[in-house]
């Protein structure tokens, strides 16, 4: 059963000297892959949701932080092993400054300063296992992030 979804044929071609070599171990060559796909379509769909899982569950459990940013809100989620904890950086609506990607830091420190930035703090117990949970956030529109961005805020807020 599919813990996480099926890769794309684009996100599958980018992993495709992992898919060789993830086929080569369940002794399957080229060939053999493509006559499973023309008389097998539902054992060559498993092999590729296992492979899926895979990928998945290797990006997840190797990224400590999901990241979110809006033009007026910016969201860091550090996972634990058993919680995530949040942390929101929320720019009030009448303030000209606006979050991207390139300019994080540079919109905190003024919006800070100006006080026209809210921090929020949460913490929730997960409802499923951490990497299902992170794949949930994925979902909703998060990307995997390090430590830095969520470490920055916990300090202003500490």
């Known amino acids: 059963m599919l813990k996480f979804r099926r890769l794309t044929q684009n996100e599958l071609k980018s992993f495709q000297k992992q898919f060789i070599e993830f086929l080569r171990k369940h002794n399957l060559n080229q060939e053999d892959w493509n006559m499973m796909q023309r008389r097998e379509p539902s054992k060559a769909k498993t092999l590729i949701d296992i492979f899926s899982d895979m990928v998945f569950y290797s990006i997840l459990s190797k990224s400590p932080c999901l990241e979110r ?26 303030s000209p400054h606006s979050f991207d990607k390139n300019n994080l830091n540079e919109v905190l420190g003024k919006t800070l300063l100006n006080d026209n930035l809210e921090v929020f703090k949460a913490e929730k117990d997960f409802d499923n296992n951490r990497e299902q949970e992170m794949f949930r956030f994925l979902n909703d529109g998060c990307y995997p992030a390090d430590e830095s961005n969520f470490e920055l805020l916990a300090d202003w807020i500490s």
């Open 69 to 94: 940013i809006n033009p007026k809100e910016f969201k860091s989620y550090r996972f634990l092993e058993s919680k995530v904890i949040a942390i929101c950086a929320k720019i009030k609506a009448d």
